[in-house]
């Protein structure tokens, strides 16, 4: 009973949004992706890079053999 329901956290974004107006939050959030990007590049931790899928390594195997004959 003293728990916070999916009800009251729609209500309570319904009412943020209309307070602060939905291009002042898209701004907001981009702010806040630009200053973790800028921590992340500070620390010397750039962005994760993917991993290469095991279809990426066999085309790739593939096409280098046919280029060796």
């Known amino acids: 009973m ?3 329901g999916i ?3 729609v209500i309570v974004l319904l009412i943020v949004m209309m307070l602060f107006g939905t291009k002042r939050l ?3 959030g981009a702010d806040v992706g630009d200053a ?3 921590f992340r590049k500070s ?3 750039d962005e994760p ?3 290469k899928s095991c279809l ?3 085309i790739q195997t ?3 053999t046919e280029h060796k004959h």
Request: proline share 4%.
């Open 2 to 4: 003293g728990g916070i």
């Open 7 to 9: 009800w009251q956290l």
């Open 26 to 28: 898209k701004g907001l």
């Open 36 to 38: 973790i990007k800028g």
């Open 43 to 45: 620390m010397g931790t």
């Open 49 to 51: 890079k993917p991993e």
């Open 56 to 58: 990426n390594d066999s």
């Open 62 to 64: 593939s096409t280098q």
